[in-house]
């Protein structure tokens, strides 16, 4: 099994940053990580993804050139660095972890709440 903690989640003000982290419970080499999130009312979509060898994703053009998502594997943890924050990044952000071979993200953090105001 591998547990996420997220954290880093609070309240910024537009135009502000954040840094979200994501710690696992075990060593995380083999893993595509990611970063999701999910937003009042709609369905979770994913932000961006990082494989085990560094190489990233990013979705969505909103998110593409403010947000940076990075690891680090020697202390089991995953980032996203949030610049330029917008009222629109207001959601729910999740991390989740797929094992190389697997057959989607198979593991989940419980959440962290990011509010950017106005």
């Known amino acids: 099994q591998l547990h996420l903690v997220e954290s880093g989640g609070g309240l910024a003000q537009a135009g502000g940053s954040l840094r979200l982290s994501c710690e696992a419970s075990?060593?995380?080499?083999?893993?595509?990580m990611a970063w999701f999130r999910q937003r009042l009312g709609k369905e979770r979509e994913p932000v961006a993804f990082i494989n085990p060898s560094g190489g990233t994703e990013y979705f969505g053009d909103s998110v593409k050139g403010r947000f940076t998502i990075s690891r680090q594997n020697s202390k089991n943890t995953v980032y996203l660095q949030m610049n330029n924050l917008k009222p629109e990044d207001t959601a729910i952000y999740f991390c989740?972890?797929?094992?190389?071979?697997?057959?989607?993200?198979?593991?989940w953090g419980q959440g962290t709440p990011v509010t950017v105001s106005t």
């Open positions: 989740a972890g797929q094992r190389l071979g697997g057959d989607g993200f198979g593991y």
């Open positions: 075990r060593r995380i080499m083999g893993y595509t």
